[in-house]
């Protein structure tokens, strides 16, 4: 093995990847926000179509996209191996009496389980919207771009896709919540300075960004 | 008797215990009754009184492993009431006194549970990849004689003061007892961190964390997810702080040494 | 005859020096064709081990322990003296060695004395070297504080944790070594017995803790670092598994014994709670620095207060005794431990004592908390008060502490010449195992030196003059004398195995310790010290009639490990009660009411007693027979210790 294939399988550096992929799915949660915030312009979609037909066209966007399918590709990889190297160590035999609730939080135990949560999710996400505008053809709308809020619309009248939708945005907090600001300490960018700050950000972080995704699916299927 | 409560009444308990007869045998939790245990107790002094009796009646004692009895040489190890060293922070399971318990308590003991600590017998382990660990890199290559004066090289105080905390750590086994993952970093990034905060140890930085990560690897334990069980058991307060320095030198080594392989 | 001590001729302050350029050196390329088996992992072992293997040697460590990290130097609390002078206050070599010697009441030897203070210098070079990290000024430099009543500020300290720093410095050596392989490490290994072939140390034969396999180890020369005997108390600050098992099968095998009786009671420990004590804690003697040690005046209010009928704080100044203050005015509180100690156990047999035992005497802090606030007491006593209230449940910033003086340390040990030899060639002893550099009592700091400085400078030097007279060819367990050791060990475990009787090996332990407290403690007597060798007697009977152990010696089996060393002890407790009797005179921590000033102070007898008591082993039952190393001191003058 090379030297970078050995860094990158030792355990510290496997938690170095799913850091530095966290870190990275973060930025794009942030642009998938500001652009789906369209949703809620009052001009029955238009900005948003348009929106959508540049991500779906722009070169520079679809060659972006390899790097965030490889993001989460190495991302969901990691984890699981993680998950199952970590599983391993602690042996068969379990404690017969385990109060670790004590001394830790639940979610920053279940990141597997929060994981693949939002993974399930995911491959719901991308069957309903990515999946059509990409692989079928999606009627226009009077600009001629895909019209892609139908897609929304018709999507978050269906209460089983919101309740999951939803579901998911609490999986994702959950899992941003810890995850966020144990990057930062994976990556060794502590100070006692600047650690609080970082916290701090990781909770705002999270629960802006996956209440305004939730709000979406609760906001067509209630207002629209 | 000269304890603080004079007028607390001594305790019956149900002790549930792990037996084990050996590595290779199979191990199933025992339930023995102590009676007249007093509160000014030590935990493992009240063990001795059940090892007393088992021993009297010609049954095996429990094997455990002690020593110093004052917490500082690490040597104890009990995993009690589903909590590394039991339910108080910040102390070894030799400094939990019983008056923590209350009289009709049933109490769950059991060995440290990790692939990478094998269990000896009863609710003794095997930690001796701890050594491994630090053979592989946590010291500094200084042989005795020729070394210059001690005050030779400054040290501010803070960081005198950081090292030392960091050094404190008794080996125990507490974070890899507690931790969901049975990972040994806060154990490794005590010595790293320690070392690389002291001056002396710059000369070997690099090499040493590799050296100790591929060890600590080696021996199977898990990787950490930064839940912080560890720091939260830790009967001497090592910092989370000092497994984000431990990624940090891995990270900066990685990256930087001159190191091939 | 007795054997040479070896100590180099010419002035004092020459003498190692001199000694270090007449011993024979092994030629590099030979060294590797050496093995040396070092027994025990603390500060004295863990050094030796490491610095001969970092020469070349080929060394194989012993610890009983899991690790070689858990030995019980780690619980050394206050520090580490060491002549440096850093502070400007007019230290110097000769006057570490002058206090150490006068410290010891004159009854160790001014040349080894002198080395321990030369090579302290080196010791904290060599520690801050290994990143030991000792307290610092703000400015980056070592911080020192004065321990022990001593006048200049010598002692370097990490914390309340100066033992355990300096240990895990002396690990990490150790580890270092294992790591290139020169050091092979045996975990969890008991050594048993010593190998005699012709008249030399060649091997040691022990037993796996975990399987309880017997084995057998060759080697050119052993070092035994197995440390100190206080359990023979049963309850004292030493470790559980502390134990004389090593040093005493040397005895057995023709090492002398020297000064047995003296032992060193520790001031300032928490006391006695109840039967089911296993051992006692001490809280660092700093805390006399700032808090008042008293009992109430009268013995009536003393009995009011252990039956609880009044509160402390119901006991008005002038019904309090200051007691170290009224005797010792001019160092009051901070007399030396034996001082310390003595007066205490007074206190309480006046019927004065303190808590429910009535065993105990107050150690008060209120006037310092009333001078400099609680956070002041809480910044430099914290971690103590912590301890304190963790194991007696008590709130020390609101309440006095109990205290009660508990053996700590024993300055006796195996008989060693100059080079660390004991009277076996071929078999050294270090650190606390050995009698060398503390006379009759320790000075506070002076443990963690003289560990350390045995294993690091001393023993280097040493064996390789003793090498450089032994061929370097391979020594083998081939010997008939291997097998026969190791027939002799199988025979005694099996014999503790089969007594099949009821009591057990703590409950031995136990009645050994409160014969030996009671007889051999604080203060002796001629009478009680032959009532305790008759006692001491007869419970070894019982104990080979009566012993009852379970399960098999072929596994992991602690009762039995434990059986093995109360047998010891019972064997060492009455040579230690044989060396008591025959020391008629007080001298540091062996205090015998019969030789006492008017005012109740040990009364030395420097025209019979300066000398070391060696005893050497003449068989089962039979009485040792005494010898005699005479000291002379030719640099001090012996003077009266007075601390009024």
Redesign the interface.
């Known amino acids: 093995m ?2 970078i294939t ?2 990158f399988s ?7 990847i799913m850091a530095v992929t966290g870190l990275f799915l973060c930025s794009f949660l942030v642009v998938h926000l500001v652009g789906n915030l369209q949703l809620f312009k009052a001009d029955n979609g238009v900005a948003f179509n348009a929106y959508s037909e540049f991500m779906g066209h722009n070169p520079l966007i679809r060659t972006l996209e390899i790097v965030l399918v490889l993001g989460f590709g190495f991302h969901i990889y990691e984890g699981l191996a ?1 998950a199952a ?2 599983r ?4 068969n ?8 609730e ?4 639940w979610h ?2 279940s ?1 597997a389980l929060l994981g693949s949560i939002v993974l399930f999710f995911l491959i719901v996400h991308l069957y309903n919207f990515f999946g059509s505008l990409r692989f079928t053809d999606v009627p226009r709308d009077a600009n001629g771009n895909e019209d892609a809020y139908a897609l929304v619309l018709a999507a978050f009248k269906n209460p089983f896709y919101v309740v999951l939708y939803v579901i998911g945005q609490v999986a994702l907090l959950y899992h941003l919540l ?1 995850g966020f600001s ?1 990057a930062f ?6 100070h ?1 300075k600047y650690t609080p700050a970082i916290k701090f950000i990781g909770y705002g972080f999270s629960i802006i960004v996956c209440a305004a995704f939730a709000a979406m699916p609760i906001y067509f299927f209630f207002f629209k | ?6 007028n607390a009444k001594p305790m019956n308990l149900t002790l ?1 215990v ?1 037996r084990q ?2 590595r290779n045998a199979q ?1 199933s ?1 025992v339930d023995y009754q102590v009676k007249d245990i ?5 935990f ?2 009240m063990l ?2 059940l ?2 009796d ?3 009646q ?4 429990v ?1 455990f ?11 104890c190890n009990l ?1 009690i ?3 590394a060293h039991g ?1 108080e922070p910040g ?1 070894t399971t030799c ?1 939990l ?1 019983m ?1 923590k318990f209350n009289d009709g308590d049933t109490i ?1 003991i ?1 060995p440290w ?4 600590f094998p269990v ?2 009863d609710l ?1 382990v ?3 990849a ?2 491994r660990i ?12 020729g ?5 030779e ?5 803070e960081i ?2 950081r ?2 905390e960091a ?2 750590c ?2 125990c086994g507490a974070c890899v007892a ?1 931790c ?4 040994a ?1 806060l154990f490794v990034s005590a010595k790293v961190s ?2 690389a905060l ?1 001056p ?2 710059h000369v070997e930085r690099k090499s040493r964390v590799e050296n100790m ?2 060890q ?2 080696k021996e ?10 560890c720091a ?2 830790c009967p001497v307060g090592i910092s ?2 000092n ?9 900066a080594a ?1 990256a930087t040494s001159n ?3 | 005859m007795f054997p040479d001590s070896k100590i180099p001729e010419g002035p004092l302050a020459e003498k190692w020096d001199k000694h270090k350029f007449n011993v024979k050196l092994v030629n590099p390329a030979n060294k590797r064709k050496y093995d040396i088996i070092v027994v025990g992992t603390g500060l004295a072992g863990a ?1 030796a081990a ?2 001969l293997a ?1 020469l070349g040697y080929n060394v194989k460590a012993f610890t009983y ?8 130097s ?2 050394a609390q206050g520090g580490i003296n060491a002549a ?1 002078n ?1 502070q400007n206050d007019g230290d110097s070599v000769y006057r570490l060695f002058y206090d150490t010697i006068k410290g010891g009441d004159y009854r160790a030897r001014e040349a080894n004395v002198y080395r321990l203070a030369q090579v302290s210098v ?1 010791i ?8 030991v ?10 911080a020192n504080r004065s321990f022990g009543g001593a006048q200049v500020s010598r002692t370097f300290y ?2 309340g ?1 100066t033992g ?2 300096l240990l ?1 410095g002396a ?3 150790l ?2 070594q ?2 290139y392989g020169k050091v092979k ?1 045996y ?1 969890r290994t008991e050594m048993l017995d010593v190998v005699i072939v012709d008249g030399q140390a060649r091997g040691i034969i022990t037993r796996n803790l ?1 399987t309880g396999e017997i084995e057998q180890h060759a080697a050119h020369a052993v070092v035994l670092a197995t440390g100190g005997y206080g359990n023979v108390f049963y309850l004292s600050t030493n ?3 502390s134990n004389a098992t090593a040093a005493w099968r040397a005895h057995k095998k023709g090492a002398y014994f020297a000064n047995p009786c003296f032992t060193q009671i520790h001031p300032t420990c928490i ?4 039967d ?4 006692l ?2 809280m660092s003697e700093s805390l006399r620095n700032d808090g008042r040690v008293w009992v109430p005046a009268s013995k009536e209010t003393a009995e009011r207060l252990r039956k ?1 009928e009044i509160r402390v704080s119901d006991i008005r100044e002038e019904d309090r005794d200051y007691f170290l203050e009224r005797k010792y005015p001019a160092f009051g509180n901070l007399v030396p431990r034996d001082v310390a100690s003595r007066n205490a156990k007074m206190m309480c047999d006046e019927g004065r004592g303190v ?3 009535g ?2 005497v107050f150690l008060d802090f209120a006037d310092t908390i009333k001078r400099n606030g609680a956070d002041w007491v809480s910044q430099k006593y914290g971690n103590l008060f912590d ?1 304190y209230a ?5 709130n020390p910033y609101e309440q006095p502490m ?1 205290i009660y003086p508990a053996v700590h340390y024993t300055m006796g040990g195996l008989w060693v010449d100059y080079n660390l030899q004991t009277t076996v060639p071929g078999l050294y002893a270090t650190g606390e195992c050995n009698f060398s550099d503390h006379g009759a009592n320790r000075l506070g700091a002076s443990a963690l030196m003289q560990g350390l400085a045995d294993g ?2 001393v023993i ?1 030097y040493t064996i390789g003059d003793y090498l450089a007279q032994t061929p370097p060819k391979p020594v083998t367990t081939e010997h008939p004398a291997f097998k026969q050791a190791e027939a002799e060990v199988r025979a005694r475990v099996q014999q503790l195995m089969s007594i099949n009787g ?1 009591r ?1 090996p ?2 031995f332990h136990k009645a050994l310790g409160h014969i030996m407290w009671e007889y051999c403690g604080m203060a002796r007597t001629a009478e009680g010290l032959q009532h305790a060798k008759a006692e001491i007697q007869k419970l070894r009977r019982e104990f080979w009639s009566d012993l ?4 098999t010696e072929a ?5 039995l490990e434990k059986a093995g060393r109360v047998a010891d002890f019972l064997e060492l407790g009455e040579l230690m009660v044989d060396d008591a009797y025959n020391r008629n005179e007080s001298c540091g921590g062996h205090f015998r009411e019969e030789y006492q000033t008017p005012e109740g102070e040990a009364l030395r007898d420097d025209e019979n007693f300066t000398y070391v008591a060696a005893w050497e082993y003449t068989g089962d039952n039979r009485a040792s027979v005494l010898h005699k190393e005479d000291l002379h001191f030719e640099n001090v003058k012996l003077t009266q210790r007075s601390y009024k």
């Open positions: 090379s030297w050995k860094t030792s355990s510290i550096g496997r938690k170095i993680l190297k970590n391993a160590a602690r042996g035999q379990g404690y017969v009496v385990d109060h670790i004590q001394n830790s939080s920053s135990r990141m810890h144990s300490q994976t990556l060794g960018l502590t006692r | 008797m000269a304890g603080s409560n004079p549930k792990w007869k050996n191990g939790i007093s509160p000014d107790m030590s493992l002094e001795d009184v090892n007393e088992l021993l009297r010609g049954e095996e004692p094997a492993d002690h020593d110093c009895r004052e917490g500082i040489c690490g040597s995993f009431n589903g909590r339910p102390t400094q006194h008056r769950t059991e549970r990790a692939n990478a000896n017998k003794s095997d930690r001796s701890f050594d630090i053979q592989a890199g946590g010291y500094i290559s200084v042989n005795t004689g070394t210059p004066d001690a005050n090289i400054p040290i501010p105080k005198a003061d090292a030392f050094a404190t008794i080996a507690s969901k993952n049975a990972s970093m320690q070392l002291l002396q140890g990560v591929a600590m690897d199977g334990f898990g990787a950490c997810t930064n839940i912080g069980s939260a058991e989370l702080e497994i984000a320095i431990l990624n940090r030198e891995f990270l990685k190191n091939l392989a | 050094s490491a610095s970092e322990h899991d690790s070689p990290r858990r030995a019980h780690i619980a440096k850093y080196n904290i070079d060599q520690c801050v070297a290994q990143g990290p000792f307290a610092r000024e703000y400015g980056g430099l070592l990490a914390r944790q355990q720093q895990l690990y990490s050596a580890s270092r294992v790591a490490l975990t975990i470790a559980k598994y006391p006695v709670s109840g089911y004590q296993s051992k804690t001490l609880g808590g429910s035992s065993l105990a301890m963790k194991i007696t449940g008590e109990r690091y400078f280097p009821t057990t703590d409950d009852k152990l379970a399960g596994e992991m089996n602690q009762a």
